[in-house]
């Protein structure tokens, strides 16, 4: 049975385009950052051999989902939903803690973050509301309450652990509403309560925050008195721990000042001082492929900042080729939502490419030094689990809605005679 390549890699060819650039600039850089896992598993290929497993299942999960016609999304709305739900439920009562944050459930072997999901399914409903509620004039006023009813649950119970995260899908779904035409009055009613919730949010974290580090501080004298171990400590509940993190970042960025480089406290703010070491080893040019220094010292180099590993081998040139790659990746998805005939993909189709690349600008931004550090990978590029695969999957959502759209332009010339 013969198979052509065309058959498989079917829908827009310049999206596939960027998914193998960004696949191949992963396999590469990611290879090259996972030094520190390399030497901990004494698995030279170990590492990279997974991720790479991981991006292979992730393209054969995009060409399955591109083969799904679009309609067929917006039957699976009530199971995603529900499956959202009683997943952040979990990972916030029994998540794994990674990095003093528990955002990861295992299930049947597989390590994976349950916001991953919710982010997506937060798009596809937000897409059929507004395609549903459509009128001449734009959308009606009720679509903006039936939004917030079903998003804005979602995303506090993904802000308890990541906040980050929670403010990015929020900024998407805001996008996503102005574009779907929602009222100017609701939008700017949104922004008003936002800045005041952004003003109450932060005294919080900075009254709790406070007051966490100070029982930190007095809980460790007692246990030292009494001579306790580590584990015998006092925790708070799961969800305030975060919030000396939160104070601690926002003090930081706030706070900063130059400091003369023989001042700088390396082991204090390691990540920041060996992202800016990485950018200036680049000397524009980059070191090449595999050159990277800064790899060996900066935590999570194959991951939250990848890009600057990025920098540093493949210098500005690279650095640019993959901030064009995913603006091509929205241009292209604006070019599809243009030829749908439908509402519900257009809206469906921006809402995962906003998602991605709003996604990845700010990793980019935290890595330069620009936004405060958080958890952000870089999508498509840094090392991950499922998220690689989910990614990939929003790219085969994105591929399917292109398909149809393709047909629609094709046989656009044939309805107009």
Not at 269 to 279: E, L, P, R, S, T
Not at 351 to 378: D, E, K, R, W, Y
Request: proline share 4%.
């Amino acid at each position: 049975m013969n198979i052509k390549i065309g058959n498989l890699f079917k829908g827009d060819k310049v999206i596939w385009m960027v998914l193998l650039f960004l696949c191949i600039i992963s396999i590469v850089e990611v290879f090259s950052a996972s030094s520190s896992l390399t030497y901990k598993s004494q698995d030279y290929l170990g590492p990279i051999l997974g991720h790479s497993w991981k991006i292979f299942m992730g393209v054969v999960v995009a060409i399955v989902i591109l083969n799904i016609p679009c309609r067929f999304f917006k039957l699976m709305t009530p199971a995603l939903l529900l499956v959202s739900v009683v997943m952040l439920l979990w990972v916030l009562l029994f998540g794994e803690k990674t990095n003093d944050a528990g955002r990861w459930i295992s299930l049947f072997g597989l390590k994976f973050q349950p916001s991953e999901i919710a982010k997506g399914t937060m798009v596809l409903v937000t897409a059929q509301i507004l395609s549903a509620m459509q009128r001449e004039d734009g959308a009606d006023k009720r679509a903006f309450k039936f939004i917030l009813m079903v998003v804005v649950p979602l995303v506090i119970l993904i802000g308890l652990e990541n906040l980050s995260t929670a403010a990015l899908i929020m900024l998407v779904i805001f996008l996503m509403m102005f574009i779907g035409r929602v009222p100017m009055v609701q939008l700017g009613k949104l922004m008003a309560a936002g800045a005041l919730l952004i003003v109450l949010f932060v005294g919080t974290i900075y009254m709790v925050g406070s007051m966490e580090n100070d029982n930190t501080a007095e809980t460790q004298t007692e246990s030292i008195a009494n001579g306790q171990t580590e584990k015998s400590k006092k925790k708070s509940p799961s969800f305030l721990h975060r919030f000396a993190t939160w104070k601690g970042r926002i003090d930081k960025k706030l706070n900063s000042k130059y400091v003369a480089p023989q001042d700088y406290d390396l082991d204090k703010d390691a990540q920041v001082a060996h992202a800016n070491i990485a950018i200036v080893n680049s000397n524009i040019i980059g070191k090449g492929p595999g050159q990277s220094v800064e790899r060996d010292f900066l935590p999570q180099a194959f991951s939250d900042f990848i890009f600057v590993i990025i920098i540093e081998e493949l210098g500005i040139i690279g650095a640019t080729i993959v901030v064009f790659l995913y603006i091509v990746l929205l241009f292209r998805a604006a070019r599809i939502a243009s030829r749908c005939d439908n509402n519900f993909p257009a809206f469906l189709v921006l809402g995962l490419a906003l998602m991605l690349v709003i996604q990845a600008s700010f990793n980019m931004l935290v890595a330069v030094g620009i936004a405060p550090v958080t958890g952000q990978p870089l999508p498509l590029i840094s090392r991950g689990g499922t998220s690689t695969i989910i990614n990939c999957a929003y790219i085969g959502a994105i591929l399917s809605v292109s398909r149809s759209a393709k047909k629609r332009s094709q046989n656009m010339p044939i309805k107009e005679i």
